[in-house]
């Protein structure tokens, strides 16, 4: 009796292409020309008649690796759809173990079939007549398990004057610029931040219109322009800037990045619906300060100036 | 081996005593070659309560005899010496077909019920008194002391006789035992029997057996059973699929009724198995490959790495050394940092009669891998993590469990509760993630 033994399928899957690896222990010193590996759907004894499993052929079946005892071929004449057999020339067996790994094995197709693998030694060498050992596998057609899950989109967005990097709070939506002058700049600061799981990323624009006393407008920077106290300007930027001295640069572990018109420091400018920042990938978030410069002629007719603005964040799913 | 000669024998002298009487009224010139024969069957004391063991009966075996038995009432003689002479009748001339073969030398050994307690040391093999070629054993002592019949079942074995080649075939012992040292004075005797035998050979066919099977179970502890066996676990109609639910990085989605996740697909993976197999069994698997990964992903996707991009559409394998160096290794997941893996919880014995099976002792044969422990311990959960092995191929098929190191290495219906778990990350791409794993069960005979 072959000792040990034993059969890994390395895809057990019906109908699947495979490799079939047979492992055991001899245990005799016997004159072997040839094995035969019979696949049997009913039971493993040697005597009974084999019932063959649906779908199984060996035919085309590849001795890929053999050790312990070797020499063998695949003996494509006397293999069937479901008896394998090596062959060699007679040589007598030591006793050890042995291992024969056969590629392009197809499996049958019934799930959760179990399937007995008959082994037998001959002295032939065509596996023919007497045996002078013997043993039985056995393995099972299985299915698979199918594991599956749903991630559904989000773009995280959130405006204030400040707010957290993770948009866990956000507070203010107020800023009084004070009073203007003529000899200084008016400056104050809001936040922004944003996150999404987009493949494409998101863009973060601004709406609004300059700051506006009934008629009277303080004209907004079309271009990129340093502050002028003294000339009517109004504009913003997302950058740090020391002149003057107001805003922070971007912070947290994202990706997006600044659009070009805003993102000079030192230089302002207001479009309404321009886009400020954006991400061409998914992003973790980004914190973004925007700062808003305002400075007034002596000719700037006097009024309450005030402008509202509006952010958008936008991501195609 | 024995055979007890009492009031049979003795029964059986009687009828022939009455025969012989019969023929002396009949005959008067045969009485006295028949008074010679029936002095000579009672020439001394019968052994009462005598019997003859043997190791065993069978035909050419070499086997070890005691011989047992009392003295008779009143006996108060020493005993120095015994011959045993192996016939194949009780009585009368001594032919030797059916009797084993003496040894010339023999380990010989005594109770302790002998009144002296001298040892018989010497062993010698002789011709038999009434017929025969060294079939008879002669011991003798030195000791002058009487025996006597305050104790019983006195017992005296030899050893390295060898059976004859013919079953069913009876021989006698004939005991003699003699006050002196020289085989002369017989003081007691009696007969005794045995046989070969034919040795009955009991045949039975036990074929290998492994049952194995997937599954999906809304079953989440270690003692509800799934179903008697493999084919309750696949007729189930839950069908083969786990639903972790809706991930994302707010909290750890893990698979089961308790999946805060899912509200439908409610279950575990099972996988149960069955063998007879000496050296066990062992259950591995693999993650079915999907353009060339075995991920947890968007099918179709191109996966960046194993474990580190979280912008593609491939949800990051479980391995705490995040390389593979070591195969899959367990690791625990944090909210929002992209993971996905599977443990086993426990072991669920709920379908296990033929032996005690107790997860919660640690009485099951089919043990978990380490890195696929729930919990390290026999408690039912996913405290220590999860792993996963995305790589497929040869390289990339783990186990999960084994009995090959318990001490029963065969399993009947013991089942691994499987448990899937996943965490988004923030910028894990939005889609519907899949992956397949084949579960292998081989057996080694």
């Known amino acids: 009796m072959l000792l040990d033994r034993s059969l890994q399928v390395f895809d057990p899957r019906a109908n699947a292409v495979t490799s079939h690896t047979f492992a055991f222990f001899i245990q005799s010193n016997n004159l072997v020309g040839s094995m035969a590996f019979e696949y049997c759907a009913n039971n493993p004894f040697f005597d009974d008649v084999c019932v063959v499993p649906t779908g199984l052929n060996l035919q085309s079946a590849s001795l890929d690796s053999e050790t312990g005892e070797t020499g063998f071929t695949v003996d494509a004449l006397n293999t069937t759809a479901n008896r394998l057999v090596i062959t060699r020339p007679p040589t007598v067996t030591n006793f050890g173990p042995s291992q024969f790994v056969f590629g392009n094995v197809v499996n049958p197709t019934g799930i959760n079939q179990t399937v007995y693998v008959r082994i037998t030694l001959h002295g032939s060498t065509d596996a023919s007549g007497p045996r002078t050992d013997q043993g039985a596998v056995v393995f099972v057609v299985s299915r698979a398990l199918d594991t599956r899950a749903y991630v559904p989109p989000h773009l995280t967005f959130c405006a204030g004057i400040t707010v957290a990097l993770d948009c866990s709070s956000a507070t203010g939506f107020y800023i009084n610029l004070g009073e203007l002058s003529k000899n200084s700049a008016n400056t104050g600061t809001s936040q922004y931040a944003a996150a999404t799981n987009d493949l494409s990323g998101y863009t973060v624009s601004l709406y609004g219109v300059t700051m506006t006393s009934g008629t009277k407008t303080i004209p907004a920077l079309a271009s990129p322009s340093a502050s002028m106290p003294g000339t009517s300007q109004f504009g913003v930027n997302l950058r740090d800037n020391n002149v003057p001295d107001v805003g922070t640069e971007p912070t947290g572990p994202g990706t997006a990045s600044l659009a070009s018109g805003y993102a000079v420091p030192n230089s302002f400018k207001f479009t309404s619906g321009d886009i400020l920042s954006s991400a061409n990938l998914p992003t973790d978030f980004n914190r973004v300060t925007i700062s808003y410069l305002v400075n007034a002629s002596p000719a700037q007719p006097p009024g309450i100036y005030n402008a509202t603005f509006t952010f958008v964040a936008v991501a195609t799913f | ?445």
């Open chain 2, 1 to 445: 081996m024995s055979t007890k000669y009492k009031k049979t024998l003795l029964e059986r002298f009687r009828t022939a005593a009455l025969w012989v009487k019969a023929l002396i009224l009949a005959g008067m010139g045969a009485i006295p070659m028949l008074s010679a024969s029936l002095s000579r069957v009672y020439a001394a004391p019968v052994l009462p309560n005598r019997e003859a063991r043997v190791t065993t009966t069978q035909t050419g075996a070499t086997f070890n005899i005691t011989f047992e038995f009392d003295l008779p009432t009143g006996f108060a003689n020493s005993i120095q010496s015994m011959e045993f002479e192996f016939c194949d009748q009780p009585l009368g001339t001594c032919t030797t077909t059916q009797t084993p073969t003496i040894p010339a030398a023999s380990t010989v050994t005594q109770n302790g019920n002998w009144t002296n307690a001298t040892a018989f040391g010497t062993y010698t093999r002789t011709n038999g008194d009434n017929g025969g070629t060294n079939n008879q054993i002669q011991v003798s002592r030195t000791q002058a002391a009487n025996e006597t019949t305050a104790t019983t079942d006195r017992s005296i074995s030899f050893t390295g006789l060898t059976n004859q080649s013919d079953p069913n075939e009876s021989y006698y012992p004939r005991i003699r035992i003699y006050s002196d040292t020289g085989f002369t004075t017989l003081v007691a005797e009696g007969v005794v029997a045995q046989s070969t035998a034919r040795q009955l050979t009991v045949n039975a066919r036990v074929q290998e057996r492994l049952d194995f099977c997937t599954g999906v179970s809304a079953v989440d502890d270690a003692t509800t059973t799934l179903g008697a066996d493999c084919a309750a676990v696949t007729a189930n109609g839950l069908g083969n699929t786990i639903d972790i639910g809706v991930v994302d990085a707010s909290q750890v989605c893990v698979s089961g009724p308790s999946n805060p996740c899912e509200t439908d697909n409610t279950y575990n993976g099972v996988a149960m198995v069955r063998t007879n197999a000496f050296n066990g069994v062992v259950i591995d698997y693999f993650a079915e490959q999907n353009a060339g990964s075995g991920q947890l992903k968007v099918a179709g996707a191109t996966c960046t790495d194993f474990f580190t991009t979280v912008t593609d559409q491939c949800f990051n394998a479980a391995d705490s050394n995040s390389d593979y160096s070591n195969g899959a290794n367990q690791q625990t997941f944090s909210a929002g940092t992209e993971r996905f893996g599977m443990t086993v919880a426990g072991v669920n014995c709920g379908s296990t009669s033929a032996y005690t099976c107790d997860f919660s002792t640690g009485s099951y044969n089919l043990v978990r891998d380490t890195e696929y422990d729930g919990t390290g311990a026999n408690t039912f959960g996913t405290s220590q993590g999860f792993a996963w092995d995305a790589r497929g191929g040869t390289t990339g098929v783990d186990r999960i469990a084994s009995s090959a190191g318990s001490s029963v290495k065969v399993v009947e219906d013991e089942a691994l509760i499987m448990k899937f778990a996943a965490t988004a990350g923030v910028t894990t791409p939005t889609g519907s993630y899949t992956v397949t794993s084949t579960y292998i069960a081989t057996a080694t005979f």
